[in-house]
């Protein structure tokens, strides 16, 4: 089955400054990337997400790259807030169904 | 539109005993899945549902995990003889077909 690997397990940046989290994944038949964002004690919720038709995508602030040769794929913020500080998960499925998920990254960004 | 909802938001149990935990999906969403969170790790894949029958249940850890969705909507993971290592948090999520994923708050079980 899926096994996904995140890391790193902890990241601290100054405010302003970026955070890259990366992420492999082992099965090729995966199709689906998303990233959620989870703060204590709260739901995860969706930031982005990525299919392997594309190799990467933007939204304001955060991009994920994909690179499917290598199998792995990249969560990138930009000019971080100290409100993006949360743990960030990382997950691949095939079409959505079977989601796997990283262990997490716990983001922390200083003011 | 209300999002997912789980119930009971907390639950603890003694060691032995059977529990119930319920999830309501979106309205209209098709597909739900149930996960186990345990500290500091991700969400752990357990089953998922699309409309009343288990797609997918190979994540369920042993033969004491049992979940049903009898009408297509609402959905039960029961877990009988619990143990202390069936502590977790235990997330739902629904989704319209194949889309995105979105989670409800969870239940926090907790096996004294």
């Known amino acids: 089955g899926e096994n996904v690997e995140q890391h790193p397990s902890t990241l601290s940046v100054q405010e302003g400054d970026s955070a890259v989290i990366k992420c492999t994944y082992s099965d090729s038949a995966s199709n689906y990337f998303p990233w959620y964002k989870q703060e204590l004690g709260k739901r995860p919720q969706l930031i982005i997400d990525i299919r392997s038709n594309v190799g990467e995508k933007k939204d304001q602030r955060i991009a994920v790259t994909l690179n499917k040769t290598a199998k792995h794929f990249s969560l990138h913020i930009t000019e971080t807030q100290p409100e993006d500080s949360a743990v960030y998960f990382c997950a691949a499925s095939r079409n959505n169904n079977d989601m796997r998920f990283g262990a997490g990254t716990r983001l922390t960004v200083k003011p | 539109g209300a999002g997912v909802s789980q119930t009971p938001s907390n639950k603890v149990t003694e060691k032995g005993k059977y529990v119930e935990l319920r999830c309501d999906p979106i309205s209209g969403h098709t597909a739900l899945y149930w996960y186990r969170q345990s500290l500091g790790q991700g969400p752990e894949f357990l089953i998922y549902?699309?409309?009343?029958?288990?797609?997918?249940d190979s994540g369920l850890p042993n033969d004491r995990f049992f979940a049903v969705r009898p009408e297509g909507s609402v959905s039960t993971l029961k877990i009988q003889r619990t143990e202390r290592g069936d502590s977790a948090v235990y997330l739902c999520a629904s989704s319209r077909g194949a889309g995105i994923q979105f989670f409800g708050p969870g239940t926090r079980l907790t096996v004294l």
């Open positions: 549902f699309q409309g009343t029958g288990a797609a997918d």
